[in-house]
């Protein structure tokens, strides 16, 4: 146990030590506008780790070797360099080692150089970065759960903000000044807030049911019918070679990200007419609303990637990678226009026009959820083409001082001390389960049951791309001293069995330790009745050694 | 990575990352820091382990606590004459609680020793009056004054005597998820 710690605080101290990328920056932001926000830089930081861990793996392991193998792309004549290439990802990138098409598949070892097996390579180092990622996103989110996240809701009271609502970090003085003077408004509020009636008349209650049945079924339907006109729009779309059509195919990213922009505005329109009791429940309204309609477009794209592209075209994991290529560079260019009118023109509006707006805040829900997307795309992408993680490092690298500019020039801090690290707790549990799992599954899908295509990339010929694995196996089925590998792969991997024992003693260890934590509720409300018995006992009267004895 | 510095010993940079939150390179930049508060009272050697304090008075005008309505309070808690002269072991230590990693009990102990202004080990009325007029800058009433603090101590008050002890205060916190990152001040 001590060793493990020990181990820990090493790894903590040596991460510590290189991470120190942007601290003068975000000690100025934090300074300024307190905790929440830089909530949001320290979640842009963290998924820049992300990909720059994600590029080192992929450009040494896969683009490496082919560089060294074949170290002149194949181009083929008459396609050369237009500057349309970096928008639409098509063309001249097309045959190079950006996308999926351009690695071979052969057992590299000519001119002296060792065998280098590009199909387990690019297999195992997507899977392995995969596997990391999960691992990383899982840890990340059980300790910010157990840290931070309290299932008893003691709401914002008296004593809570006295005593624990000051952010220390706020050094700057203007600052300061004006969270006093928050804090002052908000006390004064409570105070004069008067006792509302628990329980309003039955229908007053049924007329709000009605309006949140609607507003919810309003906004899944637009997210579903989004979805689908996505869909059609795409079926429409097919790139091919003159320069008009080429542009052409940025129709399709300009109307997600379009959607994607607008419709969220369409949604925070439906505060006006909601009733929520707890204001935090219409943050989470939010969010979820902007989840779903980020995600049903996405899974429509991905349906329509896995089902027709991969059947008509005819090296179309390069087409998948182009079209993602797209979508990263459109959604790049819509969060630096959101940035522009969102905070931009608030400002001017607030300060110039409609003098009772004020100044904006910075919204860091809507913020945190693009990043979320962003690197969805992103993480979709890694196995259509390896190098989009650099797009990924360029994109994040330049948005956050974008949003560092932005904040400092438009934005107020936020006027309430609200639940920052409960939310980031939620977003990292966004960023896990439809994101990242999402991602993990398409990619998934595609290397188990479809077939590569047949002459380009590191997997042509093969049945599926699991199958350069079965081909391996079968290969150190006749060398000696590996026979256990070969074991391992046919009894453990390939059985059903093992995966639903894992499955079951999964289940159980989950069952067990909720009734472990239902009995230390238990135990906690009975401890508390005990404190309280204790002090008022021996302020009056005999002792109550029912009470006492009960809870030991 | 220095092996160059004169300012301590391996021994004492050793004992100051195991005792604290912060990396070698950390500590050398905090000395750093404590030396220009007042560069002819701190040496720039430390390795014979000098009896050196800067009085409250420079301490809090360090740009970090300059602007903290609790600043004196801060610094006297952590000095050990309770008079706000902190030695460089107090100075480290101070930052070493309010960093990011110091884990939750520690930071309740100090946050409890910072509002409590008489020194008693409890929080009672006139604490938390104090506390209020800081944070509000003496703009309320006095009959808000008194009608919060009121308020706060019923809300947190477990055991029935009026005043929060440190059980009260710790059991506060445990529900407010947000102290860890609020209680945190960037060196």
């Known amino acids: 146990m001590n060793c493990f710690s020990d181990c820990s605080t090493t790894v903590s101290l040596v991460t510590r030590q290189t991470l120190e990328l942007w601290r003068g920056t975000m000690k100025e932001v934090g300074g300024k506008f307190g905790t929440g926000v830089l909530s949001y830089f320290k979640f842009l930081k963290w998924l820049l780790m992300f990909n720059i861990f994600s590029f080192l793996v992929n450009f040494g392991f896969i683009t490496i070797p082919q560089l060294i193998y074949h170290p002149t792309p194949d181009i083929p004549t008459g396609v050369s360099f237009k500057g349309l290439e970096i928008l639409t990802g098509a063309g001249y990138f097309s045959h190079t080692v950006m996308y999926y098409g351009g690695y071979s598949n052969k057992t590299q070892g000519t001119g002296g150089w060792p065998e280098y097996n590009m199909q387990l390579a690019y297999f195992f180092t997507i899977t392995a970065y995969m596997v990391l990622c999960g691992a990383a996103l899982i840890y990340s989110m059980a300790s910010s759960f157990r840290k931070k996240y309290v299932l008893a809701d003691s709401g914002l009271g008296g004593a809570w903000q006295l005593l624990c609502s000051w952010d220390f970090s706020v050094t700057n003085e203007r600052a300061v000044r004006q969270r006093k003077n928050n804090l002052r408004i908000q006390l004064k509020e409570s105070l004069s807030e008067k006792v509302q009636v628990a329980l309003l008349p039955l229908t007053e209650r049924l007329k709000h049911y009605g309006v949140f049945l609607g507003t919810w079924l309003l906004s899944t339907g637009m997210a579903l019918g989004c979805g689908a006109s996505v869909y059609f729009l795409q079926s429409a779309d097919k790139a091919s070679g003159s320069l008009l059509e080429e542009a052409a195919t940025l129709l399709l990213p300009f109307v997600v990200s379009l959607i994607n922009l607008v419709v969220p505005l369409f949604y925070s329109l439906f505060k006006k007419i909601e009733h929520y009791s707890n204001p935090r429940m219409q943050v989470y309204a939010i969010i979820v609303r902007n989840v779903i309609l980020k995600m049903s477009i996405l899974g429509i794209l991905c349906y329509y990637w896995m089902k027709d592209v991969a059947n008509t075209f005819s090296c179309w994991e390069s087409i998948v990678g182009q079209a993602l290529y797209r979508l990263v560079i459109v959604d790049f260019l819509f969060i630096m226009l959101g940035s522009f009118f969102g905070e931009f023109l608030s400002n001017v509006i607030g300060t110039k026009c409609i003098q009772s707006l004020g100044v904006p805040e910075f919204d860091v829900a809507r913020n945190v959820l693009d990043l979320i997307y962003a690197q969805t795309l992103a993480w979709i992408g890694i196995y259509f083409s390896p190098l989009l993680p650099v797009i990924q490092i360029i994109k994040f690298f330049i948005l956050f001082y974008l949003k560092k500019v932005s904040l400092t020039q438009n934005c107020q801090p936020p006027r309430r001390a609200g639940r920052a690290a409960q939310m980031q707790t939620i977003f990292i549990a966004i960023l896990f389960f439809p994101s990242f799992v999402g991602a993990l599954s398409m990619v998934a899908y595609t290397m188990w049951t479809l077939p590569p295509s047949d002459n380009c990339g590191p997997f042509r010929g093969l049945n599926t791309t699991f199958s350069a694995i079965q081909i391996w196996m079968d290969d150190l089925n006749g060398v000696d001293g590996f026979q256990w590998i070969v074991w391992i792969y046919q009894h453990v991997i390939r059985s059903e069995i093992f995966y639903f024992l894992v499955s079951l003693i999964i289940l159980v260890f989950i069952y067990i330790f909720r009734q472990i934590t239902q009995g230390r509720k238990l135990l906690i409300i009975l401890l508390r009745q005990q404190i309280v018995n204790v002090s008022s006992s021996e302020l009056s009267g005999p002792k109550c050694l029912v009470h006492q004895c009960c809870c030991v | ?187």
């Open chain 2, 1 to 187: 990575m220095g092996n160059k510095q004169t300012i301590f010993t391996d021994e004492q940079l050793d004992a100051y990352q195991d005792c604290t939150f912060f990396t070698r390179k950390e500590i050398l930049r905090l000395h750093g820091r404590y030396h220009e508060l007042a560069p002819h009272l701190v040496p720039m050697d430390y390795t014979n382990e000098p009896d050196v304090t800067i009085p409250l008075a420079l301490i809090v005008s360090m740009p970090e606590l300059n602007e903290n309505p609790f600043r004196n309070r801060i610094v006297e808690s952590f000095s050990e004459d309770g008079a706000g002269n902190l030695s460089f072991n107090d100075f480290v230590d101070m930052f070493s609680v309010l960093s990011e990693t110091a884990p939750r009990e520690l930071k309740a102990i100090y946050a409890f020793k910072i509002y409590d202004f008489n020194v008693d080990n409890f929080l009672c009325k006139e604490d938390l009056e104090k506390t209020l007029n800081k944070l509000t800058r003496e703009e309320l009433s006095p009959e808000e004054v008194t009608l919060v603090c009121e308020k706060a101590i019923e809300e947190a008050d477990l055991d029935g005597d009026s005043k929060l002890s440190f059980a009260d205060f710790e059991n506060m916190i445990t529900r407010a998820p947000d102290f860890l990152s609020t209680f945190h001040i960037r060196i």
